[in-house]
Every structure is written in structure tokens, then in C-alpha cells.
């Protein structure tokens, strides 16, 4: 909901529009780092006409995306998305027959299969848990039953036909609870007894529907993924409800949901407090600020400011990159993938949200549009685009030494680093200490008098090449100056200087370092004034792309 309110914002200011409030396989799963996508959408574009094309081919939108290197699908499933005389919801009507048949064709190509159960009949989100039709009318202990019952049936149904999923989310971005009013949480409701009950209820349904030897990994999900003090206020609860589960669903936008410096920190967070690994079910960013159906789209010029990427194919490849270096340094291994939303939702005429039918169920008034089309991976024809590359790059080998300063604790003379000082007494002015956004530790440079200091290392034996350098800080300001650096790589000095930001970590970075004699001195400098600081962590120096 809270997406999508951004929707109505958006379009009320630059088209006067309302959008919609839409918003052993455990064996398997593990282990593989998941590039996927939600192409929920798919059948029902297709249905409507649209068609895909890779180098002017006209080819399936999974072969397309599974050659570029997405491995998973996450499919959404509505209990009944129709109405009383059977007209469709829209949006997909992602029934257990669209589910299938999509889990089919995506098995085929390889990929493996993530499960989304909203429990309701059409879009579930923050804004909107509308219980489905047929149980409104049961006690509490009947609907319990009845969600078991169902997430049972459908695991079996789906194991019949030959795609059991890996992976199935319980809910769909449930900060406020399931199954509203029973399962609602929030807004001043603190038990959340009925919310671990109908969710164990769904949990035991799918494990109930397992044979002996088989496994699925259960996810639970919320959004506002950079929103660590959300992320501790429902899982405590959930953890204390005694509610089983194995990963941590976000949703991360970073036009809606905080820095990327606060996600990093909240998915390292989570991870060691619960134990449990972490996942990004979905994200997106646009590849252009044009509108495909004329009808408004939630990405537009704001969009593009807060997220910091260019709307372009290079700025979704450059923001996915960064993503899944995020994901991929979460500490032990808990990092284990992403989820593009609904990158094949093309523009064709009546693949929209939803249909009018759709939009009296959960009382929208928004106008039936595709208000994604400048966020999926292909053109308004059809045509993939270069982003889709990001999907198989391999993350780079990081040729610093210690440079998350996990390697000796507290320290003032980290290992692999050189340190200095203006003075021998402002040695003291670097020290390594907690908390990091990565890891345990990170970098500071801090005196109670001025002082001029800093850290770096000299890398030789480099191939020559281009080389990137980036680092994430934090930054009182205040200083005469204060800078990443990188020199004597056969080139002019170059420098980024630090953003002033105290709370929310920023990623910095130097690109095109030409090296050309083998070697390359990179660091940190600070001349700064009395009780300036900065905080320093997780920096690489990497071969570029």
C-alpha cells in the first residue's frame, strides 16, 4: 500500500490521477545466489498481445529472461480472483491454473520457483489485506482451518503437476498483519496471537502437503526494507508468537524505502539478530522517464532524484549491481538473492492492475492503468533491454586487504592498512570500532584536537586495466577537506570527496582508474577540525566491468 500511495501522490501532482492500491528443495534453493524476477503478470500480457524480442527476434519472455541469467520466478497466487458471475480480477488473475501453467513454463527453462500467497483474492499489500470472499463468514477456529486447508491444497495441486516451489512467502507485505481484521497488527493493535496463528496455520498447510524428505523454505515479508526499527518491532513479535520460518522478505524500493546504506545496515542487522537469511522479493528502478500507456507511472523525475540511479538501462544495470553487492556482503553467507518486480509487464491495451471487477473488491477508485511500464526490462515493444546484462555479471573479487576491518577487532593499526598523522599523538585519530554497516567494525577518524590523517594501502602486482573504487561513510563535515583517494597507478590523483551524512550511510566511489604500471595507492584523508569524524567501511577496489 504504501507504494502505490506513492502512486496516488505522484499522479494527483502531475496528471491529477488516483493509481490503485496494488500495489530436499530446500537443498536446492540454498547455496545458489537468486537473480530472479515476479512475472506474475506475463500470461496476461501475452493474452492481451504483447510480444518480446532479443536482438529483433521475437522469442518467450522466460527464454529471454533465463538466458540472460535470471534462475528463479516468483509467481504470486489470489485465492479467487473473480467475481460472482465469474468476470476475471485483472492484474494477472493469478488463480492456481495461471500459476501452474507459469510455474510450467519457467521449469523449463530452469528456473526454480518461488511462491507468493497473498491469502485474499487480488492484491495484498500494506494498505490492503481483504480476506477472500468465501471466508468471511467463518468463526476465527474456521478460518484457521480454511488457510491451512488451502495452502495445503495448492502445494499438493502444484506437486501433482510437477512444479512444487522451492520457495513460498506466507502473506504479502504484511507489516499489518493477514486476513484482515483477524490477523491485523498495528495502529495501536500490539497482540499479535491471531497473526502467528493463522500464519502458522498456513506454514503447517504447506509443510502438511510435503512427503518425507521434502523440504520448502518459508519466507515471511515486509516492505520499507531500510526501515530497521519496523524490521525489529514485527519480528520480535512474530519470533516471540513462535512462528517458523526461514528467510526475511523485503520489499526495497530506494525511491520509497531509505539509502542503500540503511538497507545494508538493516538486512545485517536482521540477519544476526533473528539468525535467519534475507532476501529482496522485490525491487525495481526505471529505465526511462516516458510513460508507455499515457496513463501516469509511479517512477518519474522525484523517483529518479531520491533513488540516485539515471532513468536508463545503464542506471537499472548500475543500480542492480550495487543491490546485489549489498545482498551478496551480508555477514555468513545470509544473503541470498533478489527479485526484480515484474519486469515483462509491457504496455499492451487492458493488462492493467486490474479490471473494473478487480477494483470493486478491494474498494479502489484508482484508474486501471500499468503504472510499472517504465520499470520492467524491456521497451514499450518488447525489446530487452541492456540491463538485463546485470543479471549474469559476476560480482568482483575485492583486491584490498581487510577492507570490511573485521580482521583484528578494535585496532589503530588495522591490518593490511597504512596509517598517518600530522603528528605522532593524532596516530590516535584512526581507530577501528563498532557498529559497522557491514560486519562488526568499520574505520573512524576522530580527535578532540584538529588533526590531518589517513588510512590507505598500496596494491602492486595489478594487471593493468580499469579499476573502480568505493567505500560507504559516514561524515559529521565540517573538515578543511575529506576524501577517498587514488594515485600512483600511472595517472593523475583523483578524489572523491565524503558527503556529509550522519546517520545515513552513503556509497562513494572513484571509476576509470587507468592503471598502467602494475600498482595503485588508494585511501582515505581527512584534515579536519576538532571532534570532526568519519566512518569508513566495506571498501573495494575491484577490476571494473
Same mark, same amino acid.
Given at each position: 500500500?504504501?507504494?502505490?500511495?506513492?502512486?496516488?501522490?505522484?499522479?494527483?501532482?502531475?496528471?491529477?490521477?488516483?493509481?490503485?492500491?496494488?500495489?530436499?528443495?530446500?537443498?536446492?534453493?540454498?547455496?545458489?545466489?537468486?537473480?530472479?524476477?515476479?512475472?506474475?503478470?506475463?500470461?496476461?500480457?501475452?493474452?492481451?498481445?504483447?510480444?518480446?524480442?532479443?536482438?529483433?527476434?521475437?522469442?518467450?519472455?522466460?527464454?529471454?529472461?533465463?538466458?540472460?541469467?535470471?534462475?528463479?520466478?516468483?509467481?504470486?497466487?489470489?485465492?479467487?480472483?473473480?467475481?460472482?458471475?465469474?468476470?476475471?480480477?485483472?492484474?494477472?488473475?493469478?488463480?492456481?491454473?495461471?500459476?501452474?501453467?507459469?510455474?510450467?513454463?519457467?521449469?523449463?527453462?530452469?528456473?526454480?520457483?518461488?511462491?507468493?500467497?497473498?491469502?485474499?483474492?487480488?492484491?495484498?499489500?500494506?494498505?490492503?489485506?481483504?480476506?477472500?470472499?468465501?471466508?468471511?463468514?467463518?468463526?476465527?477456529?474456521?478460518?484457521?482451518?480454511?488457510?491451512?486447508?488451502?495452502?495445503?491444497?495448492?502445494?499438493?495441486?502444484?506437486?501433482?503437476?510437477?512444479?512444487?516451489?522451492?520457495?513460498?512467502?506466507?502473506?504479502?507485505?504484511?507489516?499489518?498483519?493477514?486476513?484482515?481484521?483477524?490477523?491485523?497488527?498495528?495502529?495501536?493493535?500490539?497482540?499479535?496471537?491471531?497473526?502467528?496463528?493463522?500464519?502458522?496455520?498456513?506454514?503447517?498447510?504447506?509443510?502438511?502437503?510435503?512427503?518425507?524428505?521434502?523440504?520448502?523454505?518459508?519466507?515471511?515479508?515486509?516492505?520499507?526494507?531500510?526501515?530497521?526499527?519496523?524490521?525489529?518491532?514485527?519480528?520480535?513479535?512474530?519470533?516471540?508468537?513462535?512462528?517458523?520460518?526461514?528467510?526475511?522478505?523485503?520489499?526495497?524500493?530506494?525511491?520509497?524505502?531509505?539509502?542503500?546504506?540503511?538497507?545494508?545496515?538493516?538486512?545485517?542487522?536482521?540477519?544476526?539478530?533473528?539468525?535467519?537469511?534475507?532476501?529482496?522479493?522485490?525491487?525495481?528502478?526505471?529505465?526511462?522517464?516516458?510513460?508507455?500507456?499515457?496513463?501516469? !507511472?509511479?517512477?518519474?523525475?522525484?523517483?529518479?532524484?531520491?533513488?540516485?540511479?539515471?532513468?536508463?538501462?545503464?542506471?537499472?544495470?548500475?543500480?542492480?549491481?550495487?543491490?546485489?553487492?549489498?545482498?551478496?556482503?551480508?555477514?555468513?553467507?545470509?544473503?541470498?538473492?533478489?527479485?526484480?518486480?515484474?519486469?515483462?509487464?509491457?504496455?499492451?491495451?487492458?493488462?492493467?492492475?486490474?479490471?473494473?471487477?478487480?477494483?470493486?473488491?478491494? !474498494?479502489?477508485?484508482?484508474?486501471?492503468?500499468?503504472?510499472?511500464?517504465?520499470?520492467?526490462?524491456?521497451?514499450?515493444?518488447?525489446?530487452?533491454?541492456? /540491463?538485463?546484462?546485470?543479471?549474469?555479471?559476476?560480482?568482483?573479487?575485492?583486491?584490498?586487504?581487510?577492507?570490511?576491518?573485521?580482521?583484528?577487532?578494535?585496532? /589503530?593499526?588495522?591490518?593490511?592498512?597504512?596509517?598517518?598523522?600530522?603528528?605522532?599523538?593524532?596516530?590516535?585519530?584512526?581507530?577501528?570500532?563498532?557498529?559497522?554497516?557491514?560486519?562488526?567494525?568499520?574505520?573512524?577518524?576522530?580527535?578532540?584536537?584538529?588533526?590531518?590523517?589517513?588510512?590507505?594501502?598500496?596494491?602492486?602486482?595489478?594487471?593493468?586495466?580499469?579499476?573502480?573504487?568505493?567505500?560507504?561513510?559516514?561524515?559529521?563535515?565540517?573538515?578543511?577537506?575529506?576524501?577517498?583517494?587514488?594515485?600512483?597507478?600511472?595517472?593523475?590523483?583523483?578524489?572523491?570527496?565524503?558527503?556529509?551524512?550522519?546517520?545515513?550511510?552513503?556509497?562513494?566511489?572513484?571509476?576509470?582508474?587507468?592503471?598502467?604500471?602494475?600498482?595503485?595507492?588508494?585511501?582515505?584523508?581527512?584534515?579536519?577540525?576538532?571532534?570532526?569524524?568519519?566512518?569508513?567501511?566495506?571498501?573495494?577496489?575491484?577490476?571494473?566491468?
Amino acid at each position: 500500500m504504501r507504494k502505490w500511495t506513492k502512486v496516488s501522490l505522484l499522479l494527483v501532482c502531475v496528471i491529477t490521477l488516483i493509481l490503485p492500491n496494488i500495489g530436499s528443495k530446500k537443498a536446492e534453493a540454498a547455496g545458489t545466489f537468486i537473480m530472479g524476477g515476479d512475472v506474475s503478470m506475463l500470461n496476461e500480457v501475452e493474452q492481451k498481445g504483447g510480444k518480446f524480442y532479443k536482438d529483433g527476434v521475437q522469442k518467450d519472455a522466460l527464454q529471454i529472461l533465463s538466458s540472460a541469467g535470471m534462475n528463479y520466478v516468483r509467481l504470486r497466487i489470489w485465492v479467487d480472483p473473480y467475481d460472482s458471475q465469474g468476470n476475471p480480477y485483472g492484474g494477472g488473475t493469478n488463480d492456481l491454473a495461471t500459476t501452474i501453467a507459469l510455474a510450467k513454463r519457467a521449469k523449463a527453462k530452469g528456473m526454480g520457483i518461488f511462491l507468493d500467497f497473498q491469502l485474499s483474492d487480488h492484491w495484498a499489500d500494506p494498505g490492503n489485506q481483504t480476506k477472500p470472499k468465501a471466508w468471511n463468514s467463518l468463526t476465527y477456529s474456521q478460518l484457521k482451518t480454511a488457510v491451512h486447508n488451502y495452502t495445503q491444497s495448492v502445494i499438493t495441486s502444484m506437486k501433482a503437476e510437477g512444479v512444487m516451489p522451492a520457495i513460498v512467502q506466507m502473506g504479502n507485505e504484511i507489516p499489518g498483519g493477514v486476513l484482515w481484521n483477524d490477523g491485523k497488527v498495528g495502529n495501536g493493535i500490539t497482540d499479535f496471537t491471531k497473526l502467528g496463528e493463522l500464519l502458522s496455520a498456513g506454514i503447517d498447510g504447506v509443510n502438511d502437503a510435503l512427503s518425507s524428505g521434502e523440504d520448502i523454505e518459508i519466507v515471511l515479508h515486509l516492505d520499507h526494507g531500510g526501515d530497521n526499527s519496523l524490521y525489529t518491532w514485527w519480528f520480535d513479535n512474530i519470533v516471540a508468537e513462535n512462528v517458523e520460518f526461514d528467510i526475511i522478505g523485503l520489499s526495497y524500493y530506494p525511491f520509497w524505502h531509505g539509502t542503500m546504506g540503511e538497507l545494508s545496515y538493516n538486512l545485517n542487522a536482521i540477519s544476526k539478530r533473528y539468525n535467519k537469511d534475507v532476501m529482496i522479493v522485490e525491487t525495481a528502478y526505471g529505465s526511462t522517464l516516458d510513460d508507455g500507456d499515457g496513463l501516469g !507511472n509511479v517512477f518519474y523525475t522525484t523517483e529518479e532524484s531520491v533513488g540516485g540511479y539515471p532513468a536508463s538501462p545503464a542506471g537499472q544495470a548500475a543500480y542492480m549491481r550495487d543491490l546485489k553487492e549489498i545482498v551478496q556482503d551480508v555477514p555468513n553467507g545470509h544473503g541470498r538473492g533478489i527479485f526484480w518486480w515484474e519486469p515483462a509487464w509491457l504496455p499492451v491495451e487492458g493488462a492493467n492492475w486490474g479490471t473494473e471487477e478487480g477494483a470493486l473488491y478491494n !474498494n479502489d477508485t484508482g484508474l486501471l492503468s500499468n503504472p510499472w511500464d517504465n520499470q520492467i526490462l524491456f521497451d514499450f515493444n518488447g525489446n530487452a533491454l541492456s /540491463s538485463l546484462s546485470a543479471f549474469s555479471i559476476a560480482s568482483p573479487t575485492n583486491l584490498l586487504t581487510n577492507g570490511s576491518f573485521e580482521a583484528n577487532g578494535y585496532t /589503530s593499526t588495522p591490518s593490511g592498512w597504512g596509517v598517518w598523522a600530522n603528528t605522532t599523538a593524532n596516530l590516535s585519530s584512526i581507530k577501528t570500532e563498532q557498529p559497522a554497516v557491514a560486519g562488526e567494525y568499520k574505520l573512524t577518524f576522530w580527535n578532540s584536537a584538529a588533526y590531518k590523517a589517513s588510512a590507505y594501502q598500496v596494491k602492486t602486482g595489478l594487471t593493468n586495466g580499469t579499476y573502480s573504487l568505493t567505500a560507504w561513510v559516514l561524515n559529521s563535515g565540517g573538515q578543511n577537506s575529506a576524501y577517498i583517494f587514488a594515485k600512483n597507478y600511472g595517472g593523475t590523483e583523483k578524489q572523491t570527496a565524503l558527503p556529509v551524512s550522519t546517520t545515513s550511510w552513503m556509497k562513494v566511489r572513484i571509476d576509470n582508474i587507468q592503471v598502467t604500471n602494475g600498482q595503485a595507492e588508494i585511501g582515505i584523508y581527512s584534515d579536519a577540525n576538532a571532534n570532526n569524524w568519519i566512518n569508513v567501511d566495506n571498501v573495494k577496489l575491484y577490476k571494473s566491468y
